[in-house]
């Protein structure tokens, strides 16, 4: 397993960061940015708290035109956040439904709206507003002259490439993750409820160094399963299953999302093809990911691959995404997406298939995008679907 | 341990669950409500799944007039939400940026746009519209004609009150995390980074049954801590140290959030006295939680015991809230909330005082309202600090 890197963000990588959004504002003529979500937030402050769990109180950052970010935050946050770069901390006793925050944004919005300003706002693709519609509603009605913008392509164009420190962390949850995947021949086992595989397998990778799990999914079936995002059941595991589990664990914020196919007791022969296909689809993919490819090349080196078993594309849809401070980012491997590969992405190699009678098969990768071309941060998975005896 | 409920509910509490909605409906004139969360998708649906980590793509639940909800999904769900009772399920296949949902929205609410009819969001206090703002505002332009009003007391009124099946769950992990914190005392010691013992906590708690652990914060420091939300750190536990531990696991989808104070090596006076104080502030809370009494008048309760050794009030705000599918959900132990408590609420009482220097001090416990009063669904914390030696 990688050295465990040292957690948090030098005051330097923020002010990076920042300095980047401010030259891409500048270029918009954007006055400042409205941000709300935890991953916006942490990004420009390094503000880093699980109690985004609590879904009662908005929390607010603004990037100026020139200058630090502006937290306007429940005073409950107010401690942590003083621990971060940022020094202009503005709060109130939150929750306070009759204003959450909206008189002291109105205050800090208001010199803008009056010079007629325009400030962005994530409106976009993979973005939500984290603070109530209401008030949000309340709080362009008492801002007239402001002028919102959507900042997505300018949030994305920053967040989709990473700092080699933010490569170090997903590179140290994939290398944990891996080890514990390498564990599960030895803990999963004929009659065990899938439930119960689930949670040992938990244990094992918080045992391994993860700090959190927040997404395991997966399922079992007899030659093949036939979903992928339930949880899973009390049914018990039988010889001749196909399992799967998909994990996106964190370590310092940062997350791996990568899955792991195994069969039990024995495998039957179009699983095994299919796992094979599906093997050669991210060895396509991993090829293929070079700075200077869009995005739509490199789904279609995977796709032509997957074709020859599943020609019409009844998998899950797109064959990877940028990968970091959530599950899944920006840009999607997809017909869609003309995104330009760039050094520094962090993505996943996710090609699917659909084969037999509804059944389907995921296989998943992790790399980083270097100048010579894909860096693998999972331990790649063994060509042949492994039986588990 | 109470015995593990079986899991998922019947089709007749999501029935009944509706038609309560739809009574409401009916009296406020809405044509239906649109829903986009995963709390609100889960409670009217049953649909239940890991993958809203990935912000990528919306989900949406429409509940009509009359009959069961209609299901606006991507495709990749389809499967998991057929084992549910909706049975009107369209999807698309997405991430499909220029049209994640909007058409299949349009050619929904068109209809009811064109008599003119208002459809109920939720705009209000701890709500968010889980869907690309954009879209959002693209969606009501293609509907010129339809009005749109807050529903976010109509949905409140709802899941405020929980069914026996949910008190079931919250009860199950209360119990599980219970006899989890009881093994802190043979997990925590002098010279353990707080990282550590959070991660070892987290497989104490999976180990004891479990499901995830999305919430997991707290503190320790030397005659108290000073900060209630923060990640834990690789400080090591010191004699003298105050330890705090405040959880939210799950099981079937339903949190505890409870917490647990402990003293390494010893204990000083102030903060003994403070959790003396905390826990007669809760145990008033426990006899003043009746039916018919209001949230500000819970609150009150505690917070005249609390007021004895912080007058000024300089806790963390609202002394308890709702529990259930989410962490944190409505009503407020709090000034401003006048709500009456009605049978069937679970609630946390989560007192709070600051002490010292800068130290603050929090206490909670997980209850349901009975006819007869507060039934305590966690196992009550020890009247005195405990000290771990």
């Known amino acids: 397993m990688s050295d465990q890197p040292e957690r948090g963000f030098s005051e330097a990588e923020f002010a990076a960061r920042t300095a980047r959004a401010q030259k891409r504002m500048a270029q918009r003529g954007l006055a400042g940015l409205l941000l709300t979500t935890e991953a916006d937030l942490r990004y420009f402050s390094g503000f880093h708290t699980l109690f985004w769990q609590s879904p009662t109180r908005p929390w607010f950052l603004f990037l100026p035109a020139e200058g630090k970010p502006v937290a306007v935050i429940p005073e409950i946050g107010a401690a942590l956040m003083r621990r971060t770069w940022v020094e202009d901390i503005r709060t109130w006793n939150a929750p306070t439904p009759a204003d959450d925050g909206i008189s002291l944004l109105t205050e800090l919005l208001a010199p803008l709206a009056g010079q007629g300003a325009t400030i962005g706002i994530p409106k976009g693709h993979e973005t939500h507003l984290r603070m109530p519609l209401g008030d949000y509603e309340r709080l362009l009605a008492s801002l007239p002259g402001l002028g919102v913008s959507d900042c997505t392509d300018l949030i994305r164009s920053l967040r989709m490439v990473k700092s080699e420190a933010e490569i170090a962390r997903i590179a140290h949850v994939c290398a944990i993750v891996s080890s514990s995947f390498a564990k599960v021949p030895a803990i999963a086992r004929e009659g065990q409820p899938l439930e119960d595989l689930f949670r040992e397998f938990r244990r094992v990778m918080l045992g391994q160094g993860v700090d959190a799990v927040p997404y395991l999914v997966g399922g079992a079936g007899q030659g093949g399963y036939r979903d992928v995002i339930s949880p899973p059941s009390r049914r018990p595991l039988q010889a001749g299953d196909v399992l799967m589990m998909d994990t996106g664990a964190t370590w310092d914020g940062y997350f791996c999302d990568f899955d792991r196919n195994f ?71 997809a017909a869609f997406d003309e995104t330009v590969i760039e050094e520094g992405m962090v993505l996943t190699l996710e090609p699917s298939l659909g084969y037999g009678e509804g059944r389907v098969m995921v296989h998943e990768e992790n790399i980083v995008v270097r100048s010579g071309g894909a860096e693998l941060l999972t331990t790649r998975a063994a060509p042949e679907l492994p039986v588990i005896r």
């Not at 039990?264 to 993919?285: C, K, N, P, Q, Y």
Request: hydrophobic share 40%.
């Open 263 to 333: 069969a039990i007791g024995r495998a039957d022969d179009l699983s095994r093809r299919a796992h094979d296909v599906l093997w050669r689809a991210t060895e396509a993919g991993i090829e293929a990911a070079r700075p200077g490819v869009t995005c739509r090349e490199l789904f279609e080196a995977m796709r032509k691959v997957t074709a020859r078993m599943d020609p019409d594309g009844s998998g899950v849809g797109r064959f990877g995404h940028g990968l970091g401070m959530q599950l899944t980012e920006w840009p999607s491997l």
